[in-house]
């Protein structure tokens, strides 16, 4: 939580503000002149991710959009719309999913992690179409990008290129380590 746990380029990248290469060479100034660490890696990480999904549109395109997305895996799309309702709302029996679906809601941005959380528990443990998902994000975020937001919702289904097909988070242990004195839970509840 706070102004200092990320970087903040998402919505300007999502906007076109700021282009990727620029990130990139600020990045390799950065490392040069002051220090290269653990966080710049990070950044390049997440860079090169969003490179690959976009790539993934070129190879695939709107194959990622499908109920069985790319159908590398067989998987079961089921869907609950009061289960749904009770996500979007931040009203599930998880104080933690709650916490982040109240902050998506009240800011329009949750961060990477929090996402990846939040969608493994509206597909796994509510048993919810993991594009009704991406659609709600699509519909609250502010740095919404149509080429992570669809293939992290695959990724994390199973529907797009994750060779485990698929990840189920195991949300208290999620929060153990992200959250273990429910700072975060507490705020947003």
Same mark, same amino acid.
């Given at each position: ?88 709302? &931040? ?16 800011? /329009? ?50 529907? /797009?290129?994750?060779?485990? &097909? ?24």
């Amino acid at each position: 939580m706070g102004k200092n746990f990320s970087t903040k380029f998402s919505p300007w990248l999502s906007s076109g503000y700021i282009s990727p290469r620029q990130i990139f060479y600020l990045l390799k100034d950065y490392e040069k002149t002051k220090i290269k660490n653990e966080s710049t890696y990070w950044i390049f990480f997440e860079l090169m991710w969003r490179d690959y999904f976009r790539f993934i549109f070129e190879k695939f395109g709107n194959q990622i959009f499908h109920k069985q997305g790319l159908k590398f895996f067989n998987v079961n799309v089921e869907h609950s719309t009061n289960n749904f309702n009770l996500w979007m709302a &931040g009203e599930t029996k998880n104080k933690f999913i709650n916490a982040g679906m109240v902050e998506l809601k009240e800011t /329009g941005f949750l961060s990477n992690r929090m996402r990846q959380i939040v969608a493994s528990y509206l597909v796994n443990e509510l048993a919810c179409d993991w594009r009704a998902g991406a659609s709600w994000f699509e519909s609250q975020l502010i740095d919404y990008d149509v080429y992570s937001n669809q293939c992290n919702w695959a990724y994390i289904t199973g529907c /797009g290129t994750d060779p485990m &097909g698929g990840r189920h988070f195991n949300i208290e242990k999620q929060k153990k380590i992200y959250d273990p004195n429910s700072i975060y839970q507490e705020y947003w509840n």
